[in-house]
């Protein structure tokens, strides 16, 4: 399959067909809203697709990126440079399957502009798989920002009451941290040509460059400040509950599936290769905003009265495990953030996608206006079930993979840490077990709710493939954990290879000769 595609571009193909079909719809006359929908949702399914070639034609034996394309492009070491390692090959397929998803929830939902909402939503998925493919620094910063000009608009244009309020704090926040780190890759690439003699912004060239301990400490700040805000971690996750409780679905979907693991990537990619050293001085604090972050969104996810918010709150809470797995510095650790990313991808999504589906049916989110739905809507009160153990962690299923590798690799980095880490379990259960027991079982709290149907063809094939992914990865995670092995392995060698770092990387109370092994687990 490689040599098949070896001369093909795919993933140029792949990253920008959305773009192409986006322009497409500019010429389609506004009174064609069912065109133009096919027309967005084909774009988006030949996307998936063809990302599913990116999958077998990726080897993953050497660690390196693969199916590479690079040319120049402007001066000063800018160049289009792009390809797929272990790391990133499953968040191109996560964006790739979940935007036709989105698309699909939003047949019904979004009647007004709808030529414009499908134009910004695959200008979006542009965006998020340029982002995921980028091997230079400036391609990557292009396409973080252009992630949100289309998010914005689905926001501010479609969201709900409080859409522009929402809106503006998103884009403030995230503009801020993209400004920081704009000016820290123009630094870089200054130290770079100072060092080496000649320009060069391609990722691995800047991670040789020698930088003192305070200019490295200084571009983590700025390169760190824009990651954590995207995650987000506590406490600069103030715009993402209103972001989502605002967004309408298929926007909320994008951004907790996809959207919030570009901050974790950005550390795994940039943040902790180029800047090791500063890395290792800012773990504690990070690891220990990390561990707030998990109990805080679970204690507040425990109180909330709206379904989205209550989401939302469980993704500060997950995603503060993801990041407390990063900065364990260990193959199992790092591997489990990487498959729990995809984890929650899924499940955080397809419990957007629940909330929506009630939402279309009752108008309302209010979790005290539910109730006995169960009886009304079977088929969805079980999938809706499968989505909610997922994100629970329950054995069998993806999201019990994730958590037990990343729970492994804490332990070993640190005890003390691992174990208030694990009160997301407990807290997952606590809000998930409640939010569904008062939704689907009880009595009917509205007589319009006997009106209640059950879910049709177009949403159940917005459910069904998450919910089938939910229990393959979590039977067969080997399928998707062997193409990340070599990639994970050569990350955290470059990382200790650096002895002098790899002291300092370790978090109080660290084990020594517990964390040191870097041997592959048998699949």
């Given at each position: 399959?490689?040599?098949?595609?070896?001369?093909?571009?795919?993933?140029?193909?792949?990253?920008?067909?959305?773009?192409?079909?986006?322009?497409?719809l500019v010429?389609?006359?506004?009174?064609?809203?069912r065109?133009v929908r096919?027309?967005?949702l084909g774009?988006?399914?030949?996307?998936?697709?063809?990302s599913l070639?990116?999958f077998?034609?990726?080897?993953?034996?050497s660690?390196?990126?693969?199916?590479?394309?690079?040319?120049?492009w402007?001066?000063?070491?800018?160049?289009?440079h792009?390809?797929?390692?272990?790391?990133?090959?499953?968040?191109?397929?996560?964006?790739?399957?979940?935007?036709p998803?989105a698309?699909l929830?939003?047949?019904?939902?979004?009647?007004?502009?709808i030529?414009?909402?499908?134009?910004?939503m695959?200008?979006l998925?542009t965006?998020?798989?340029?982002?995921?493919?980028?091997?230079?620094l400036?391609?990557?910063?292009?396409f973080w920002?252009?992630?949100?000009?289309?998010?914005?608009?689905?926001?501010?244009i479609?969201g709900?009451r409080r859409r522009?309020?929402?809106?503006?704090k998103?884009?403030?926040?995230t503009?801020?941290?993209?400004?920081l780190?704009?000016?820290?890759?123009?630094?870089?690439?200054?130290a770079y040509?100072r060092?080496m003699?000649?320009?060069?912004?391609?990722?691995?060239?800047?991670?040789?460059?020698?930088?003192?301990?305070?200019?490295?400490?200084?571009?983590?700040?700025?390169?760190?400040?824009?990651?954590?805000?995207?995650?987000p971690l506590?406490?600069?996750?103030?715009w993402?509950?209103d972001?989502?409780?605002?967004?309408p679905?298929?926007?909320?979907?994008?951004?907790?599936?996809?959207?919030l693991?570009m901050?974790?990537?950005?550390?795994?990619?940039l943040?902790?290769p180029?800047f090791?050293?500063?890395?290792?001085?800012?773990?504690?604090?990070l690891?220990?905003?990390?561990v707030?972050?998990i109990?805080?969104?679970?204690?507040?996810?425990?109180?909330?009265?709206d379904?989205?918010?209550l989401?939302?709150?469980?993704?500060?809470?997950?995603m503060?495990?993801?990041?407390?797995?990063?900065?364990?510095?260990?193959?199992?650790?790092?591997?489990?953030?990487?498959?729990?990313?995809l984890?929650?991808?899924?499940?955080?999504g397809a419990?957007?996608?629940c909330?929506?589906?009630l939402?279309?049916r009752?108008h309302?989110?209010?979790?005290?206006?539910y109730g006995?739905a169960?009886?009304?809507?079977?088929?969805f009160a079980g999938l809706?079930?499968?989505?909610m153990?997922?994100?629970?962690g329950?054995?069998?299923l993806?999201?019990?993979?994730?958590?037990f590798?990343?729970?492994?690799?804490?332990f070993?980095?640190?005890?003390?840490?691992?174990v208030?880490?694990?009160?997301?379990?407990?807290l997952s259960?606590?809000?998930?077990?409640?939010?569904?027991?008062?939704?689907?079982h009880?009595?009917?709290?509205?007589?319009?709710?006997?009106r209640l149907?059950?879910?049709?063809?177009?949403e159940?094939?917005?459910?069904?493939?998450?919910?089938?992914?939910?229990l393959?990865?979590g039977l067969f995670?080997?399928?998707?954990?062997?193409k990340m092995?070599?990639?994970?392995?050569?990350?955290?060698?470059?990382?200790r290879?650096?002895?002098p770092?790899?002291?300092?990387?370790?978090l109080?109370?660290?084990?020594?000769a517990?964390?040191?092994?870097?041997?592959?687990p048998?699949r």
């Amino acid at each position: 399959m490689s040599a098949m595609l070896s001369g093909l571009p795919l993933v140029s193909i792949v990253t920008f067909l959305p773009l192409a079909g986006a322009v497409l719809l500019v010429f389609f006359r506004r009174g064609s809203a069912r065109a133009v929908r096919a027309t967005a949702l084909g774009v988006s399914l030949l996307t998936f697709v063809l990302s599913l070639l990116l999958f077998f034609a990726y080897d993953g034996a050497s660690g390196l990126p693969e199916l590479v394309e690079r040319s120049s492009w402007l001066r000063g070491g800018i160049d289009y440079h792009v390809g797929v390692d272990g790391i990133s090959l499953f968040l191109v397929l996560l964006a790739a399957l979940m935007t036709p998803l989105a698309l699909l929830s939003s047949w019904r939902a979004v009647d007004d502009r709808i030529k414009e909402f499908s134009f910004f939503m695959l200008l979006l998925e542009t965006g998020m798989i340029g982002v995921f493919v980028s091997l230079n620094l400036f391609l990557f910063y292009v396409f973080w920002e252009a992630m949100l000009i289309p998010m914005y608009f689905l926001i501010g244009i479609w969201g709900g009451r409080r859409r522009i309020y929402a809106t503006t704090k998103f884009v403030l926040f995230t503009m801020f941290g993209s400004l920081l780190m704009l000016v820290a890759i123009f630094v870089l690439q200054a130290a770079y040509s100072r060092a080496m003699g000649s320009p060069s912004l391609t990722i691995a060239d800047l991670a040789a460059v020698p930088l003192s301990p305070a200019l490295q400490s200084w571009l983590f700040l700025a390169f760190g400040l824009a990651f954590a805000i995207k995650i987000p971690l506590f406490p600069l996750h103030t715009w993402l509950p209103d972001a989502h409780v605002e967004a309408p679905t298929a926007g909320s979907v994008l951004l907790a599936a996809v959207l919030l693991k570009m901050g974790a990537y950005g550390f795994l990619r940039l943040g902790l290769p180029l800047f090791p050293a500063a890395a290792a001085s800012f773990a504690p604090a990070l690891s220990i905003l990390a561990v707030v972050g998990i109990i805080y969104g679970g204690l507040m996810a425990l109180v909330q009265k709206d379904m989205k918010s209550l989401v939302a709150y469980s993704s500060v809470s997950h995603m503060g495990l993801i990041m407390l797995a990063v900065f364990s510095l260990n193959f199992e650790a790092t591997e489990g953030a990487i498959y729990q990313m995809l984890n929650h991808g899924l499940s955080t999504g397809a419990l957007f996608l629940c909330v929506g589906i009630l939402y279309e049916r009752t108008h309302t989110r209010l979790i005290a206006d539910y109730g006995g739905a169960a009886a009304r809507m079977p088929v969805f009160a079980g999938l809706f079930l499968v989505a909610m153990l997922s994100s629970a962690g329950l054995p069998g299923l993806n999201g019990f993979v994730g958590e037990f590798l990343c729970f492994f690799g804490i332990f070993a980095a640190n005890k003390t840490l691992a174990v208030l880490s694990v009160s997301t379990v407990v807290l997952s259960a606590a809000y998930l077990l409640w939010l569904y027991r008062r939704v689907m079982h009880g009595p009917l709290k509205d007589p319009a709710d006997r009106r209640l149907r059950d879910l049709d063809g177009r949403e159940l094939a917005c459910l069904v493939p998450l919910v089938v992914l939910m229990l393959f990865m979590g039977l067969f995670p080997g399928t998707f954990l062997r193409k990340m092995d070599s990639s994970v392995a050569r990350y955290v060698e470059s990382l200790r290879s650096k002895a002098p770092v790899v002291t300092a990387l370790e978090l109080p109370g660290r084990p020594g000769a517990e964390a040191t092994a870097l041997a592959e687990p048998e699949r």
